[in-house]
């Protein structure tokens, strides 16, 4: 089946603009992850969705990073007035069942390269 | 708080030999633990994972790991790499316990497998 999907693949924008990056997660995954990678790094949680619950907005670096998801669908992450330090990969993942139940793998997306000029 | 350690930022190895990528953690209780492989311009794939059990876990491509609790280490292994194996391997960890779901990533070790 389809596995997770992100867009846009690559997206440049100039420092002060606003940018949205988008997940499709695989049907029937109810967890939902944001992460960030930036270059020669590990991966840096940002945001956890699980189902109709609040997500965990822990590692979120600023209030300039925000994201929704409907339902078990679609997830957005929002920067605004972005910065040349948010330049990184966004990688989006999804796991069948919540990881605080049993520790199921997550599945990653390919990611969105954001370079910030 | 949680963390893992990478401590090769690159591994070398001739292909037929065998190889290990290091790992050791640090979480409290019990771990679970995993290994991604990250192929260029590709998201992060499943390798394998601990979470209790045998020591020695078996997974895709012909990988294992060893869990060593005393070591707090978990080392990923293959007896005969493969050039096809040349990648960046993330090791990463989370907690047993309630709601903790987060998994930490190491800083990845970048494998080369040379002709």
Do not use: M
Not at chain 2, 40 to 66: C, H, M, W
């Amino acid at each position: 089946g389809a596995g997770v999907s992100q867009s846009p693949s690559n997206k440049v924008t100039e420092k002060g603009k606003d940018v949205e990056l988008r997940c499709d997660p695989i049907s029937g995954h109810t967890a939902l992850y944001w992460y960030r990678q930036r270059l020669g790094q590990g991966l840096e949680f940002l945001i956890y969705f699980q189902g109709n619950s609040a997500p965990d907005k822990s590692g979120l670096p600023s209030d300039r990073f925000s994201a929704e998801r409907t339902g078990e669908s679609v997830s957005t992450l929002t920067i605004q007035r972005t910065q040349q330090e948010d330049s990184a990969v966004y990688l989006c993942a999804s796991s069948l069942i919540p990881a605080g139940v049993s520790p199921n793998e997550q599945f990653f997306g390919p990611g969105t390269r954001l370079t910030v000029l | 708080a949680q963390s893992v350690a990478q401590p090769e930022d690159q591994v070398n190895v001739a292909e037929g030999n065998p190889l290990t990528v290091k790992c050791t953690y640090s979480v409290s209780g019990n771990p679970y633990l995993f290994w991604y492989v990250q192929y260029p311009n590709r998201g992060l794939q499943f390798l394998l994972k601990y979470i209790t059990g045998d020591n020695l876990v078996k997974g895709s491509y012909g990988f294992e790991a060893e869990f060593n609790k005393s070591q707090t280490s978990f080392h990923l292994k293959k007896p005969s790499a493969l050039v096809s194996d040349s990648a960046l391997y993330f090791c990463a960890v989370r907690g047993s316990g309630a709601g903790s779901y987060q998994l930490t990533f190491g800083k990845g070790t970048k494998l080369s497998v040379i002709p």
